[in-house]
């Protein structure tokens, strides 16, 4: 069975408004085992509109479009679908009187644009909307069907869950689902982590698919069954195929972050761990003072210019004086973090922050423990959210792979 989603709206085609709901209703069509192959985002045109949903009746059995709804002049939902099955538009008075009573409810008076919402193609099948103005249908041609709901996400979450997931499961006696088991890696970039399981990714079910992220790379098994318990058994052995093959890579799955399980290991092992950064613009402390998981695992970050007892004194001018940072600069940086917070890990990254967008200048990332200190070769400073993100993924896994007892490199 397959299924297509289409959002309707200028507004997306400009980006004023984000699209969430197409990944809402692709989530929730898992649960049924429907395979979602195409999304589509199309204009307030009535002929764009209708080109595509006569595209995707034909191909997929079943096809979700959400807005165009409304009162106004440019919602063309209702035009285009009664356009792509050949259909006229009908007044529905029953539909009419349930949009009056909605507006009487909440004291206000209908005005004459909201009779168009009454409006369906005819021989459709009505889907009422309790909680909008906005009444849905449903349009079925050999076998093939399209349903309507609004734009609005309340609106149409509302009407997925009550009313169309258990249609479609009726309609088509669907009793499989779809299950995906995300890996979240790091320290590794995508193509570098592919070329160990290219032969996995031929797979059929389950499958396995890589998506890179900013400092990190997801790989997603996922599989088709008639339950969660088979689905998980096709899950299970390919997860532990792909451990064996990159699993000290692997830091989480599915909900997991590297900053949670990095403050759960250090709860677990009864450490402390404070920070000390130049080139994260305080990305480093904020990433790790959000995890609320293992509260008090970490201690905090040491400003630049913290005066205590003089710790940093030294490190601090030759970070300020000297054109380049070095290894032995982050290594004092770290073992005075752990002296002023009292912590027992202390993690640094330090650099030339105002020439890194300049020249690419190097970061160095030191961890003073009470063994010493442990270093992992420097990293550029790379500036901008993706170029930041590797920086600060290398420097916490760095922390992780040390309480795993794992190599650092």
């Known amino acids: 069975m397959q299924a297509e989603v289409v959002a309707i709206g ?7 408004i984000i699209d969430t709901n197409s990944s809402w209703i692709a989530q929730q069509l898992t649960t049924l085992g429907l395979n979602l192959y195409y999304t589509h985002t199309v204009g307030d045109n009535v002929a764009r509109i209708s ?17 165009g709804l409304g009162p106004t002049v ?17 007044l529905d008075e029953d539909l009419l009187d349930e949009i009056a009573a909605f507006f009487k409810r909440r004291g206000r008076v209908m005005t004459d644009n909201n009779r168009k919402q009454a409006l369906v193609p005819a021989g459709s099948q009505v889907i009422h909307n309790p909680v909008g103005t906005a009444p849905c249908f ?14 609005v996400p309340f609106e149409m979450k509302h009407l997925m869950q009550t ?48 998506a890179a992220h900013s400092g990190q790379t997801d790989i997603r098994i996922t599989a088709k069954a008639e339950s969660e318990a088979q689905v998980n058994q096709l899950i ?61 695992c970490y201690l905090g970050s040491v400003a630049f210019t913290h005066p205590i ?15 380049e940072s070095s290894q032995e600069e982050a290594d004092q940086a770290a073992n005075a973090v752990r002296q002023i917070l009292h912590s027992d890990l202390g993690l640094a990254v330090t ?25 992992i070769a420097p990293r550029r400073a790379r500036t901008g959210p993706n170029g930041r993100g590797w920086l600060l993924h290398n420097a916490v896994d760095m922390v992780r792979r040390y309480l795993l007892q794992l190599p650092l490199e």
């Open 10 to 16: 200028t507004e997306l085609l400009l980006g004023e």
């Open 51 to 67: 080109e595509v949903l006569r595209t995707c009746v034909v191909r997929s059995d079943v096809v979700i479009t959400t807005g």
């Open 74 to 90: 440019d919602d063309w939902t209702r035009e285009a679908a009664a356009d792509a099955f050949g259909r006229s538009l009908e």
């Open 138 to 151: 449903l349009l079925e041609k050999d076998g093939h069907i399209l349903i309507s709901l609004p734009g």
């Open 163 to 210: 009313q169309v997931l258990p249609l479609l499961r009726e309609r088509f006696h669907l009793r499989g689902i779809i299950k995906s088991r995300v890996l979240h890696t790091c320290s590794i970039g995508e193509s570098a982590l592919s070329h160990y399981f290219t032969d996995l990714m031929g797979s059929a079910n389950p499958t396995v698919g890589t």
């Open 236 to 296: 299970a052995p390919m997860e532990r195929e792909l451990r064996a093959r990159i699993g000290r890579w692997i830091y989480g799955v599915d909900a997991d972050t590297l900053p949670g399980i990095v403050c759960g290991l250090l709860h677990e092992q009864h450490l402390t761990l404070g920070t000390y950064e130049t080139v994260c613009a305080g990305q480093l402390g904020s990433w790790l003072a959000q995890e609320t998981a293992a509260p008090g």
């Open 309 to 323: 007892n003089g710790l940093l004194t030294d490190p601090l001018e030759a970070l300020r004086t000297t054109p």
């Open 351 to 375: 650099g030339r922050s105002e020439q890194a967008a300049a020249d690419d200048s190097p970061a160095y990332i030191a961890l003073s423990t009470p063994t010493g200190v442990k270093r």
